[in-house]
């Protein structure tokens, strides 16, 4: 927590995203995109925080970020995905989805393309309330019940599965090249191959009891079968997408609704979400065979309960500690990365060893040394 920077910027954020680090570079990211919610002029905002890592003595990090520059956003940004390091996406609850454009290293931002009213009602505009990237690929989805196919470089929208869903679609990730997985307001997960001419879900996953709506979704970067969410009821639901219909596990994470999950890019055991309740949480699934857990000291932290369902098959436990179920082969370890707040904590995200998060108390917080 001593790590943690905090700019306050005079606008609810929405959306907050890391710029991608060439793969090449061993550099730790240092340019962020925000955009904003709620606002009588919402922004799609460039921000800095510089390359000077440790800064005082304490070793804290004690640079705040710079704007950089901004661009006007008609209407909320409801979600805002880098395509790559020069190219942003944004949806809207305009409906539209916008590409921007970074210029003259991040000092300038410029409209590139826009799809506007690409989630509609027969009379009025629905707003868009996810975007999934893989470059040159993007997908929208949004109140509208529609999933759309763009491709970046061409004006024309690629595929419309114009009656996707009955109810909201809240968020989207990419499973593979041609396979996306959406989660909806009543539970459901739903599995999309752009291969099928069908406007039908490949396979449909599906809370049991309550309809309790999935806000966020989030894919295991390295096995794809792998997948969390988090909805409502601020459960963590950990889902095996080859195995039966139903989540893995379910975690007691948050106590109001969980606004975003993501497993950490390159060490997928650490898992971060944030919430309604103001909190933003930093979850470690470790196995217990693992020779470095038996000898780990200093994790503050707290066991939140863990139910798995019998569904995984035997060997899963050896794959990932996100199926090892049984309690005596692996844990789970929650740290709060906040200090105490009692507004929103709407978005996240974490790139190596930084995260960033947005608020509705008009703030973004910086960590910069995580210790994943």
Partial sequence: MDCINAKYISQKISKARWRPVSSASLQQPDVFATGSWDNENNKVSIWSVGDHGVSNIDGEFDEEPQLLCDSQHEGDVLDLQFLDQDRLVSASSSGAVTIFKLQTDCQAVS????????HQYSCDNAPCTAI???????????????VILYKADQTEVVRVIENADSSTIHAVTFLRTTEVLTVNSIGQLKMWDFRQQSDSPAQILSLTGDRVPLHCVDKHPNQQHIVATGGQDGML????????????SLIEAHSAEMWEVHFHPSNPNHLFTCSEDGSLLHCRSVLMSDPEVV?????????????????AGENDSVVSAWLAGDSSKSRLEATHMLPSQTLSVNSLDVLEQCLVCGTDGEAVYIHRQLPV
Avoid: M, Y
Avoid at 111 to 118: D, E, G, S, T, Y
Avoid at 132 to 146: A, L, Q
Avoid at 237 to 248: A, E, L, Y
């Fill in 111 to 118: 409209l590139a393309h826009v799809w506007k009213r690409a």
């Fill in 295 to 311: 000898s780990q000291r200093g994790w503050n932290s707290r066991v939140i309960s863990h139910s798995a369902v019998p569904q």
């Fill in 237 to 248: 639901c950990i889902w095996d997408v080859r195995q039966g219909n139903t989540p893995f």
């Fill in 132 to 146: 999934v990237c893989r470059s040159p690929e993007i997908v929208s989805v949004g109140e509208d019940g529609r």
